[in-house]
C-alpha cells in the first residue's frame, strides 16, 4: 500500500527561527510532490510543489526533495506566529493524477 | 489563479434528508474533480475522483449510492449526500486539478461544514 508518512507533532518552533518539516513516501514511480498548508477549521491551501531533485524556494519557503532516498522536506525560514497550522505533505500516486496526503505535521510558532 | 469555489459552506439539515454541495473552479477548467471528507483533527480521507463527462471513481468502503457525484461540465461537479444521518456529518472539500499548474496540481474549495440533526 502506498504511504506518506510525517510526524504528527506538535512541532513548537521560535518565532524568527527555521522550522524544518519531513516527509516519506512509498511509491518509488511518484513524480509530483506538494505541501499544502491548513489553519484549523479550512481547507487545505497549496503552498509549493516540486518535481526535480534539489532545493526550490519560493519566499521564506523551500522545499526540498530527494528522490533516491524517497523524502521531501519543507523548510520555513524567519518562522512567523502565522505559520502556526497544519502542513501536509502530498505525492501523486504515479500513474494518474491522484495524490496521496499524509496525515499533517502541526506546526507551532512561538511568540 | 486557481480558485475554487464551494456552496453552500455551511448547512444544517434534520436526519433522512439530502443535501447538495457544489464545487466551481472560477478560472481555470478542471478536468479532475476530488472530493474528500475530514473529520475533527482527522486527516483529509479522499471519497472519490471524478472526471468531467464520467462516472466517479469511488474509494473501497465509500457507498456510491449514498454520495452520488455528477461532474458535468469543466467547471462544475457536485456530491449529494442521500439520506443524511448524524454520522455523515463532517467537513467536506472538494479540489479541481486541470490546466491550472501541472495536471496533478490539486486546488481546494473552501469546504462545506454538514451538521445532520
Known amino acids: 500500500q502506498k504511504e506518506v508518512e510525517q510526524n504528527s507533532g506538535p512541532l513548537s518552533v521560535p518565532e524568527g527561527a527555521i522550522a524544518s518539516l519531513n516527509c516519506t513516501y512509498s511509491d518509488r514511480g511518484s513524480q509530483s510532490f506538494f505541501w499544502y498548508r491548513q489553519y484549523s477549521g479550512k481547507s487545505p491551501e497549496l503552498i509549493m510543489s516540486i518535481y526535480s531533485n534539489g532545493d526550490k524556494e519560493d519566499g521564506r519557503f523551500t522545499a526540498q526533495l530527494n528522490k533516491a532516498s524517497q523524502y521531501v522536506s519543507l523548510l520555513i525560514r524567519d518562522s512567523q506566529p502565522s505559520d502556526s497550522a497544519t502542513y501536509l505533505c502530498a505525492v501523486n500516486e504515479g500513474r494518474d493524477d491522484k495524490i496521496i496526503f499524509g496525515k499533517g505535521t502541526r506546526l507551532h510558532i512561538l511568540p | 489563479g486557481a480558485v475554487v469555489s464551494q456552496h453552500p459552506s455551511r448547512v444544517i439539515c434534520k436526519s433522512g434528508t439530502s443535501v447538495k454541495i457544489e464545487c466551481r473552479s472560477l478560472?481555470?477548467?478542471?478536468?479532475?474533480m476530488f472530493w474528500y471528507r475530514q473529520f475533527p483533527k482527522q486527516s483529509l480521507m479522499l471519497m472519490a475522483t471524478s472526471n468531467e463527462g464520467s462516472k466517479a471513481t469511488y474509494e473501497q468502503g465509500v457507498e456510491k449510492d449514498k454520495f452520488l457525484i455528477n461532474h458535468a461540465s469543466l467547471t462544475l461537479s457536485t456530491l449529494t449526500v442521500t439520506s443524511a444521518h448524524p454520522e455523515d456529518s463532517s467537513f467536506y472539500i472538494c479540489?479541481?486539478?486541470?490546466?491550472?499548474?501541472?495536471?496533478?496540481?490539486?486546488?481546494f474549495g473552501p469546504g462545506t461544514r454538514l451538521t445532520v440533526l
Open positions: 479540489s479541481a486539478a486541470g490546466d491550472r499548474g501541472s495536471t496533478d496540481t490539486q486546488y
Open positions: 478560472d481555470f477548467q478542471a478536468t479532475t
